[in-house]
């Protein structure tokens, strides 16, 4: 990050305990958490706001608004977010659909609906001065309510205030195994990653299961192996 008293900004309370986890099972945490958790008044917000944008009652499915998402900060020329959001719609979506749309929705397997969306969203990304009543009326004739369409350019709107967020402080980009884990904790958790007592212990809670799932495998492994060595005791037939 270019922002370094803020990305050395000793961590306290819940988040202090949550980098410790992730730092302890080799995770890497992503750097945009130094930026959440820095001014927390305006970032309790923000994090509440971008939950119900992305996770609230909505015609556009959490996949479809992930892939918005990532499809928008792709256009926006925002690594991070593009990739990030890309391994959550690739959680709730098919994958191969995923690399499509980022590619190119034109040629993807998206239906003529979608594909009309995702033109409107890429003209937000690359000229949104030139957005005009022609392009809402044709999304209309596609089929979109003025809800989804309301929905669709919010999504895009959060978005670009993150591109914004994370270019202009120097987030770096992470491995494909770290972004795939992320994905998979936003897909689990949502958005507001506060570190609040409820949501660690979340974390610790799934952290256990898995633990004592494992412990129990092992457990009834040893006792088949166990029944498998002992020999049968000799028949008495007299």
């Given at each position: 990050m270019y922002l370094k008293e803020i990305e050395t900004r000793p961590a306290e309370g819940m988040a202090k305990i949550a980098f410790k986890e992730l730092r302890d099972s080799g995770e890497a945490i992503p750097e945009i958490l130094h930026l959440f958790r820095f001014k927390r008044r305006s970032t309790d917000h923000l994090v509440r706001f971008t939950e119900e944008v992305m996770r609230g009652p909505s015609p556009l499915s959490p996949g479809m608004?992930?892939?918005?998402?990532?499809?928008?900060s792709r256009k926006n020329h925002c690594?991070?977010?593009?990739?990030?959001?890309?391994?959550?719609a690739a959680g709730y979506l098919e994958e191969g659909l995923v690399k499509e749309v980022l590619r190119n929705p034109e040629t993807s397997r998206l239906d003529a609906?979608?594909?009309?969306?995702f033109g409107y969203i890429g003209?937000?990304?690359?000229?949104?001065?030139?957005?005009?009543?022609?392009?809402?009326?044709?999304?209309?004739?596609?089929?979109?309510?003025?809800e989804a369409i309301y929905d669709a350019l919010t999504v895009a709107a959060v978005f670009k205030f993150y591109n914004t967020?994370?270019?202009?402080?120097?987030?770096?980009?992470?491995?494909?195994a770290d972004y795939?884990?992320?994905?998979?904790?936003?897909?689990?958790l949502g958005y507001c990653m506060d570190f609040k007592l409820t949501r660690?212990?979340?974390?610790?809670?799934?952290?256990?299961?898995a633990v004592a799932g494992f412990l129990l495998r092992r457990r009834r492994v040893a006792k088949t192996q166990a029944?498998?060595?002992?020999?049968?005791?000799?028949a008495d037939f007299a």
């Open positions: 608004r992930e892939l918005i998402g990532a499809y928008f690594s991070f977010c593009s990739d990030a959001h890309a391994a959550s609906a979608h594909k009309a969306l003209k937000l990304a690359e000229q949104p001065s030139r957005v005009t009543d022609a392009d809402i009326q044709k999304l209309k004739e596609a089929g979109w309510s003025e967020w994370n270019n202009g402080s120097g987030v770096r980009s992470m491995t494909s795939l884990f992320s994905g998979k904790v936003l897909n689990t660690l212990a979340r974390l610790l809670a799934r952290k256990f299961r029944w498998a060595n002992k020999k049968p005791a000799s």
